[in-house]
Nanobody, 127 residues
Framework: HVDLVESGGGLVQPGGSLRLSCAAS????????KGWYRQAPGKERELVAV???????TYAASVKGRFTISGDNAEDKVYLQMDSLRPEDTAVYYC?????????????????????WGSGTLVAVSS
């Protein structure tokens, strides 16, 4: 089965930068969106940024103007450039790929969604 692997997390001072990367262990097909989520200590998981199916980018209000999501179609990877980091950005960051699959005609031929998740990479912002 497919695993997503994140990398690039670490400890940085406020105002610093990090670049997160995500790659799939196997080639994936029919992926319609890729994004990043995070879970801060004592908080619920939240959406950080996503590349939508139409190619547009969506960001959480708290990171807009500071974070940039991008993708490498040739390598089927997704990145998150994080600048001007703040202590409140401290969290475990998870990448997510959402795909649309279709059952075979013999199985009914209906469409359904599949989510792939990474195991997370820790970003800690402190002095």
């Amino acid at each position: 089965h497919v695993d997503l692997v994140e990398s690039g997390g670490g400890l940085v001072q406020p105002g610093g930068s990090l670049r997160l990367s995500c790659a799939a262990s196997e080639e994936l097909y029919n992926i319609d969106s890729k994004g990043w989520y995070r879970q801060a200590p004592g908080k619920e998981r939240e959406l950080v940024a996503v590349i939508n199916s139409g190619g547009s980018h969506t960001y959480a209000a708290s990171v807009k103007g500071r974070f940039t999501i991008s993708g490498d179609n040739a390598e089927d990877k997704v990145y998150l450039q994080m600048d001007s980091l703040r202590p409140e950005d401290t969290a475990v960051y998870y990448c997510n790929y959402h795909g649309i699959e279709r059952r075979s005609l013999s199985e009914g031929g209906d469409f359904y969604g599949i989510d792939y998740w990474g195991s997370g990479t820790l970003v800690a912002v402190s002095s």
